[in-house]
């Protein structure tokens, strides 16, 4: 399948997380100037959509219990996670935001 557009970069806040769905997976897609990382959309800790966090130096703050992930790697930086966040690539051409889900790195792909 490979990349499909899922956005469009004048969409989404730069600084900020964009929820959208893919096939039924909710993604959070972190957009930082002309770039996008994108990660599963719930939390590993419990269900929580990260699109509702806070996004700060590159990271995502979740709204339930202010767990903590790494927006580009996915990884859970604080107590109460102990699972990564899966991240999928990502990349901008033309305006389009373009993600390709079988791409899914270690975390929470499969939900
Ligand atoms: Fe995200 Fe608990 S649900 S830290």
Do not use: W
């Not at 959309?41 to 790494?70: M, R, S």
């Amino acid at each position: 399948m490979g990349f499909r557009k899922v956005a469009e970069l004048d969409a989404l806040r730069d600084g900020g997380v964009t929820g959208v769905e893919v096939d039924g997976v909710p993604i959070a897609l972190f957009r930082q100037g002309n770039e996008v990382h994108a990660t599963h959309g719930i939390c590993t800790h419990a269900l929580a959509f990260l699109k509702d966090g806070y996004v700060e130096n590159g990271t995502i703050e979740c709204p339930l219990h202010q767990g903590v992930f790494d927006i580009r790697t996915g990884r859970a930086l604080c107590a109460p996670l102990t699972q990564d966040l899966a991240t999928y690539a990502a990349k901008v051409e033309g305006g389009d935001v373009l993600v390709d889900l079988e791409t899914a790195s270690t975390g929470r792909a499969d939900e």
